[in-house]
């Protein structure tokens, strides 16, 4: 498969909605299920009454701040850590009295853990020859992991003689070896460069795809959870805060923290004016920031009562910006440019309202720099479509 057509798949799958709610209306059993569950250390609570599915073939994603409980989950997962309350279940089956090396996963950890003395092909080998499987049969999934990974070539090749992103592949051939009903990924590309992590990130999807094996990854960072997952759950303080897919995630947080921590947002405070009218209106309303007399339009999931105190969010790219006041705007607001960030493809403009709140806008920069038409100090519009904005009640 190549990196292509594995992302068209991914893209066709985060467009379909949440999977646990069709896996659940089809009957089938979540591979992974939480319950209620509670780790507590001391007085401090890690992972605070969790509960959540995860469904065969899914490369799941816990996403979150350093800190959330997203690694202590996962650590209770593979036996590592015991839960103060609760239950999990694999299969169907509760695997809390299951020791670590009796449960049929395996875990990858940010440092890889590769034996220094041993070959790739001695790595990969180690834990099938643990098991007592037989010359044969090792040598032949021996081999089978190295052309998994591409790594043939360097099969006698010993850990230091190897770059970052060859040893995290033979560190996911090992853990992929012994055939786990779940492998887990604790911040597995973390110590790699922003290109090789790249690179990484679409190799890890082909391969899961390949293999149809239930990948499980935890990560801080947004980018990769929206690359790699077809389902991520977004946590906070010990409670997962969200569950969806990538493309749900984002268009569709359900709170100013999800918001805010998936992507670039921008956030005003305000409240509900009543219900919005017009051909593109239905289920919007309309929405007055504090400061600014012109009122919005905006999805609202919640059908929140007019008065209700709320948050308008809208994504920087989902913003217009020009010199000349667009007539058929439903939303638009005037300001002037406070500053550009420019990265190369992309140019951000923080644009500052009358009531001194900063709107962030971005392009794409079609053009070279010292051609944009919109430069520091101009007065500028910012607008934006009736569904380009959400109403967040928390």
Not at 362 to 379: M, P
Request: some cysteine; overall charge neutral.
């Amino acid at each position: 498969m190549n990196e292509q057509s594995s992302t068209q798949k991914r893209n066709q799958q985060t467009v379909s909605g949440n999977s646990s709610t069709r896996f659940e209306k089809e009957g089938r059993t979540p591979i992974v299920e939480f319950r209620n569950v509670v780790k507590q250390f001391g007085e401090f609570t890690a992972v605070d009454d969790v509960s959540l599915k995860i469904w065969p073939g899914e490369f799941f994603a816990l996403l979150g701040p350093s800190g959330c409980g997203k690694t202590t989950l996962l650590r209770m997962l593979a036996g590592f850590e015991t839960p103060s309350s609760g239950e999990i279940l694999l299969d169907g089956k509760n695997i809390l009295p299951v020791p670590p090396n009796k449960r049929p996963v395996n875990m990858m950890f940010q440092s890889y853990a590769l034996f220094p003395h041993l070959s790739v092909r001695d790595n990969i080998a180690f834990g099938l020859k643990r098991d007592g499987m037989t010359k044969e049969n090792i040598e032949a999934r021996t081999e089978e992991m190295l052309k998994l990974v591409r790594m043939e070539n360097f099969a006698h090749r010993k850990p230091h003689q190897m770059s970052g992103g060859q040893r995290q592949r033979v560190a996911l051939a090992r853990a992929l070896a012994k055939n786990p009903k779940l492998l887990l990924l604790d911040e597995p590309l973390g110590a790699l460069d922003a290109k090789l992590r790249e690179a990484t990130q679409f190799e890890l999807v082909n391969i899961q795809e390949k293999l149809g094996t239930t990948f499980i990854i935890v990560t801080h960072d947004q980018e990769e959870a929206m690359t790699v997952s077809t389902r991520i759950g977004v946590m906070n303080l010990g409670i997962v805060a969200q569950v969806d897919t990538p493309a749900g995630i984002y268009e569709n947080p359900s709170s100013r923290f999800v918001a805010d921590f998936i992507g670039d947002v921008n956030l005003l405070e305000g409240r509900i004016e009543g219900e919005a009218k017009g051909k593109h209106a239905e289920g919007n309303m309309l929405f007055a920031a504090n400061g600014i007399e012109t009122t919005f339009s905006a999805r609202c999931p919640d059908q929140l009562e007019a008065g209700t105190t709320c948050w308008l969010a809208v994504r920087p790219e989902k913003i217009a910006i020009s010199k000349e006041k667009d007539t058929k705007a439903v939303n638009q607001v005037s300001g002037v440019v406070d500053d550009i960030a420019y990265v190369g493809n992309l140019s951000t403009y923080h644009v500052r309202l009358a009531n001194g709140r900063v709107i962030k806008a971005q392009e794409v920069n079609r053009r070279r720099v010292e051609n944009r038409e919109i430069t520091w100090e101009d007065e500028v519009w910012l607008s934006f479509t009736e569904g380009a904005g959400l109403l967040l009640a928390e």
